[in-house]
C-alpha cells in the first residue's frame, strides 16, 4: 500500500491550502482514511477521518475550518484548509484507516507534506 500527500506549502494566517492523498496498492473505497498532523516539538493530532459512507468527523481544534472529502474514482483523499492560523503549521500525515488517535491500529501511512502558516 503506498500513500503519497501532496499540496502542502506556506501561507499566511486566514489563508486556505488543499491537501490530497492518494492511495494505491488497497481496496481505497472500502476503507476510511485520516489526516493527523505534527507539530514542530510536538506529538502527533488527529486531525479528521472520513468513513467510506463519507461520514466524517474532526478535532475540536478544527471543526469549522477543515473540510475532509473524498474521491472513490480517484483513489484520494483532500482535507481543505481555511481561515489557517500560525497554531497550524505542521506535517501532515494521512493514514489508512479511521480510528482517531489509537495510533497503533493504523497500518498504513503517507510520507507527509509540510504545512507552515506565517506571515
Known amino acids: 500500500v503506498q500513500l503519497v500527500e501532496s499540496g502542502g506549502g506556506l501561507v499566511q494566517p486566514g489563508g486556505s491550502l488543499r491537501l490530497s492523498c492518494t492511495v494505491s496498492g488497497s481496496t481505497f473505497d472500502t476503507s476510511g482514511m485520516s489526516w493527523a498532523r505534527q507539530a514542530p516539538g510536538k506529538g502527533l493530532e488527529w486531525v479528521s477521518g472520513?468513513?467510506?459512507?463519507?461520514?466524517?468527523d474532526y478535532a475540536d481544534s478544527v471543526k469549522g475550518r477543515f473540510t475532509i472529502s473524498r474521491d472513490n474514482g480517484e483513489n484520494t483523499v483532500y482535507l481543505q484548509m481555511d481561515s489557517l492560523k500560525v497554531e497550524d503549521t505542521a506535517v501532515y500525515y494521512c493514514a489508512l484507516g479511521f480510528y482517531r488517535n489509537s495510533w497503533t491500529k493504523y497500518d498504513d501511512w503517507g510520507q507527509g507534506t509540510t504545512v507552515t502558516v506565517s506571515s
Open positions: 472520513i468513513h467510506r459512507d463519507g461520514s466524517k
